[in-house]
């Protein structure tokens, strides 16, 4: 006999106690991280009881104005660490970058196309799951050429959940031997309200904009191309209050996690040893690459690992900015491949599907 699902009146009468729990859950987690000196604790933390209480059968999601908010700031928040000066000497070591990215986007193209040749998946879905990045925008892009998009979105989210795990847990460690100890920081500081408001409007302003005109990741970028101008040319630098960022990457957090459905669990979990496996192969590979490429140039490890680190660019950004590393070198790199992947990723996910027999959709 199966047991009725419950109906909307139930679920939203269970909502603001779903919410409570959510709340709670996430500052205990995040205190516990924290403790453990784990960079992005207000990322990992919230993400980790988003995961939990979804999985639970909790019917939540983060309110999209809510989402393109954290996102717009966020992208505010890597365009303040990436002043113009220094991007012209990145971009001058061309070959670089385009080692960094171009290792990454073979491994990650690699991977998708044995899981498909494998069977793995259905159709194209482990080739356009695997796309290291924007995570969001292959979704999408994967629902218009007819992927499995429940399982694009399970590949390309845990995939970040993996990322942000292992890449916090490692700057981590890399910090505690280098005897790093992460400063204070001083929540509420005194900061330029008229700043404030300015950048509010600006960056929140550009963000929604760029979601109504359906830019493809414009959520982030356009907000970050703003807050660029604003911080190296206009007359108001960026103003981002540590308070405000902190909610940033809570909702960021939850907007990971709450995407782990029972439903999608349960749909996925036949794959998901393989799906997991794959996933630790790219990580494994990356840190292949980031090694080699401190070897080559001398960039200290951790700023190459994450780097080279395989998505998204908005999560390996939070732990870049809790960590001792070179934060415009990593966002340089990330960013250059974010945008390849956008750009590319249809016409790769078509190529190599039609490398692969009865996989066209």
Request: glycine letters at 10%; charged letters at 10%.
């Amino acid at each position: 006999m199966s047991v009725p699902l419950p109906t909307p009146t139930m679920r939203l009468a269970h909502k603001p106690a779903q919410w409570a729990v959510l709340l709670a859950g996430s500052v205990l987690l995040l205190l516990a991280l924290e403790a453990l000196h784990l960079p992005a604790a207000l990322l990992l933390g919230p993400m980790i009881a988003g995961i939990a209480i979804s999985a639970a059968g909790a019917a939540l999601r983060v309110p999209n104005p809510c989402y393109l908010a954290a996102q717009a700031l966020v992208g505010a928040m890597i365009a303040r660490a990436l002043p113009l000066s220094h991007l012209g000497d990145i971009f001058r070591e061309w070959p670089v970058l385009l080692f960094g990215v171009g290792s990454t986007l073979l491994a990650a193209a690699s991977l998708g196309w044995l899981l498909t040749r494998w069977r793995v998946l259905p159709g194209t879905t482990a080739i356009w799951g695997s796309a290291p990045g924007a995570a969001s925008t292959m979704v999408v892009m994967a629902e218009a050429f007819g992927a499995d998009v429940r399982l694009v979105a399970f590949m390309q989210y845990l995939r970040v959940m993996c990322v942000a795990g292992t890449a916090s847990l490692i700057a981590s460690l890399v910090m505690a031997h280098g005897g790093h100890t992460p400063p204070a920081i001083n929540w509420f500081p005194a900061f330029d309200h008229a700043g404030f408001a300015l950048t509010l409007i600006l960056v929140l302003g550009s963000g929604f904009v760029a979601h109504r005109l359906k830019i493809p990741a414009g959520g982030l970028i356009v907000p970050m191309v703003v807050a660029g101008l604003m911080n190296n040319i206009g007359h108001h630098p960026v103003v981002l209050p540590p308070w405000l960022l902190a909610l940033s990457y809570a909702v960021f957090g939850w907007s990971i996690g709450l995407r782990f459905t029972r439903a999608i669990l349960l749909y996925a979990m036949r794959a998901l040893p393989r799906l997991l496996l794959s996933i630790l192969v790219l990580i494994t590979l990356c840190a292949g690459f980031g090694a080699l490429l401190s070897q080559l140039t001398g960039i200290d490890p951790l700023t190459a690992y994450l780097a080279t680190s395989p998505g998204g660019a908005d999560s390996v950004a939070i732990i870049a900015a809790s960590s001792k590393v070179d934060m415009p070198f990593v966002m340089t790199m990330q960013m250059v491949r974010f945008l390849a992947v956008t750009v590319t990723g249809p016409a790769l996910a078509r190529f190599l599907a039609g490398k692969v027999p009865g996989s066209a959709g």
